[in-house]
Nanobody, 123 residues
Framework: QVQLVESGGGLVQAGGSLRLSCAASGRTFSSYAMGWFRQAPGKEREFVATITRSGSSTYYADSVKGRFTISRDNAKNTVYLQMNSLNPEDTAVYYC????????????????WGQGTQVTVSS
C-alpha cells in the first residue's frame, strides 16, 4: 500500500515555472515506477511524465517534452515535476501515481493515486 500526497500547485503567469512534489508513504517507494498525469476540466486524464524505479530513465508526453522534468529522490520517498515555460494549456489538476510494474503511460496501469494539486496558468 502506498499513499501519495501532492503539493506545489498554484497560480502562475504564462512563461513561469512551478515545481510539484509528491510525497509517498511506506518503505517500498523505490519498488514503484512513478508517473505524473493531469486532467483539465471536461477532458480525460492524460499522461505527462514517468520515471523508472531507480530514476535512470524518464519519458514524457510530446506536449511537455523539453519544458517539464520528472525526477525522484528515493531516500526522501518523493517524486518531483519541474515545470518550466508554462502556458495556459497546462492548466489542470496534476496527479502523481505509482505503478508496480515498469514505466507506463496509461492511467489504468497505475495502482495508487494522490488527491491532485491544481495548477493554473494565466495568460
Amino acid at each position: 500500500q502506498v499513499q501519495l500526497v501532492e503539493s506545489g500547485g498554484g497560480l502562475v503567469q504564462a512563461g513561469g515555472s512551478l515545481r510539484l512534489s509528491c510525497a509517498a508513504s511506506g518503505r517500498t517507494f523505490s519498488s514503484y515506477a512513478m508517473g505524473w498525469f493531469r486532467q483539465a476540466p471536461g477532458k480525460e486524464r492524460e499522461f505527462v511524465a514517468t520515471i523508472t524505479r531507480s530514476g535512470s530513465s524518464t519519458y514524457y508526453a510530446d506536449s511537455v517534452k523539453g519544458r517539464f522534468t520528472i525526477s525522484r529522490d528515493n531516500a526522501k520517498n518523493t517524486v518531483y515535476l519541474q515545470m518550466n515555460s508554462l502556458n495556459p494549456e497546462d492548466t489542470a489538476v496534476y496527479y502523481c501515481a505509482a505503478s508496480g510494474g515498469a514505466v507506463e503511460t496509461a492511467p489504468s496501469r497505475y495502482s495508487y493515486w494522490g488527491q491532485g494539486t491544481q495548477v493554473t496558468v494565466s495568460s
